[in-house]
């Protein structure tokens, strides 16, 4: 059979034309030469070349199998040059935020991935969505639920598949943490414990302590992947809330929060506690089942991450995270596999957020959840 173009494909695929039968007919040998690869493998243009991005994304862009790295999105003129020439980038994938809405007129691309400050989020996602492109958006998936409808609403007027960038739930010791909840081997999970916290140590001004840029602090940043933990690890989403801050260095923590710790109750009696933390080291995921326990520690870094559980240690082969996140999106849009981060589970995250914020702005408070299954997937 002939091969179906990337733009063929995705117009089909998004009719509803026979996804399963298309797949059978495309091949996918995707060499590694270069930045481009073959015909069907997704283009995905990185929008923000920050630290993130140089150092995660587009190294893991070289590794997938069916998406490449196409094209930049930059306000810097010479990371241009720079990227253009170590990733083999054509000058015209090469956009700044000026002629960002462009490239809905470049069929090479089909992915937009947002990674910039958090409050950036909705806009890029939404204009990559009404560009025609594919999205994916960092997490946070936005600074607000509001913004989080907002983002979905694009997507889906534009018939276009959004992610965000939960890179955890393509890792292979997440996903047996998540087989183990799910297929009950020790039991119905009772204690849940997550933590996710790193020492700030740099430039003061930097954006994630700017509350216009970041939205919030160390709950808007490594709190996501607590409360991420507290919901894989118990395979439910809390009935209720209860939060408190706190800060050791109000000199450097002038708008965001430095350490936030709260405590969940999930459906049929589960409690779970979480630790966020800009001014602490912790990263671990510790569930007390009725007939045993498991635990990863590390839990939510780059990897590799380790665990265990009251019948022996786990053991997994490490891949970079970020390629295995990609490549789920990407044959998610291909071939219609789960899309194991949708955007219904980042806006799920901030509703927590927000009840978090709200909790501790009420002294405490216990604030109560309706999420029902939403966001488990």
Not at 356 to 371: T, V
């Given at each position: 059979m002939k091969k179906i173009s990337r733009r063929t494909f995705s117009q089909r695929l998004g009719t509803g034309l026979g996804a399963a039968a298309l797949w059978s007919s495309i091949p996918f040998a995707c060499a590694m030469s270069g930045s481009k690869r073959d015909e069907e493998s997704l283009g995905v243009a990185l929008v923000g070349l920050g630290s993130y991005s140089t150092y995660q994304l587009a190294p893991a862009l070289q590794e997938t199998q069916f998406c490449h790295l196409e094209g930049i999105v930059t306000?810097?003129?010479?990371?241009?040059?720079?990227?253009?020439?170590?990733?083999?980038?054509?000058?015209?994938?090469?956009?700044?935020?000026?002629?960002?809405?462009?490239?809905?007129?470049?069929?090479?691309?089909?992915?937009?991935?947002?990674?910039?400050?958090?409050?950036?989020?909705?806009?890029?996602?939404?204009?990559?969505?009404?560009?025609?492109?594919?999205?994916?958006?960092?997490?946070?998936?936005?600074?607000?639920?509001?913004?989080?409808?907002?983002?979905?609403?694009?997507?889906?007027?534009?018939?276009?598949?959004?992610?965000?960038?939960?890179?955890?739930?393509?890792?292979?010791?997440?996903?047996?943490?998540?087989?183990?909840?799910?297929?009950?081997?020790?039991?119905?999970?009772?204690?849940?414990?997550?933590?996710?916290?790193?020492i700030s140590l740099g430039n003061p001004d930097q954006w994630r302590l700017n509350i216009d840029l970041s939205g919030g602090g160390a709950l808007m940043n490594m709190g996501i992947y607590s409360i991420q933990s507290a919901i894989y690890g118990t395979g439910k989403n809390p009935i209720s809330v209860r939060a408190q801050e706190f800060s050791t260095r109000p000199e450097y923590f002038k708008q965001t929060d430095e350490t936030i710790t709260a405590q969940f109750e999930f459906p049929g009696g589960t409690v779970g506690n979480i630790m966020t933390s800009h001014n602490a080291n912790a990263n671990r995921l510790y569930a007390s089942c009725e007939e045993g326990w498991f635990e990863l520690q590390p839990a939510n870094n780059y990897g590799p991450l380790h665990g265990r559980t009251?019948?022996?240690?786990?053991?997994?082969?490490?891949?970079?995270?970020?390629?295995?996140?990609?490549?789920?999106?990407?044959?998610?849009?291909?071939?219609?596999?789960?899309?194991?981060?949708?955007?219904?589970?980042?806006?799920?995250?901030?509703?927590?957020?927000?009840?978090?914020?709200?909790?501790?702005?009420?002294?405490?408070?216990?604030?109560?959840?309706?999420?029902g299954n939403m966001g488990l997937v």
């Open positions: 306000g810097t003129p010479s990371k241009e040059s720079q990227w253009a020439q170590q990733y083999q980038i054509p000058k015209e994938n090469i956009y700044n935020y000026s002629n960002f809405d462009q490239i809905a007129e470049n069929d090479a691309i089909d992915i937009v991935y947002v990674v910039l400050p958090n409050a950036m989020h909705a806009e890029y996602s939404i204009r990559a969505a009404r560009a025609g492109k594919h999205v994916i958006c960092e997490k946070p998936m936005a600074v607000s639920v509001t913004e989080c409808d907002a983002i979905i609403e694009a997507c889906e007027k534009a018939g276009v598949e959004l992610a965000v960038g939960y890179r955890l739930h393509s890792e292979p010791y997440t996903q047996e943490v998540k087989r183990l909840v799910r297929e009950k081997t020790f039991g119905e999970v009772l204690y849940i414990s997550a933590d996710a916290a790193y009251s019948q022996g240690a786990l053991e997994f082969t490490h891949e970079r995270q970020q390629k295995l996140q990609m490549d789920d999106f990407a044959s998610h849009i291909l071939s219609g596999t789960k899309n194991v981060a949708p955007g219904e589970m980042g806006k799920r995250d901030m509703i927590i957020v927000e009840a978090i914020y709200k909790s501790i702005a009420g002294g405490s408070a216990k604030i109560p959840l309706d999420l």
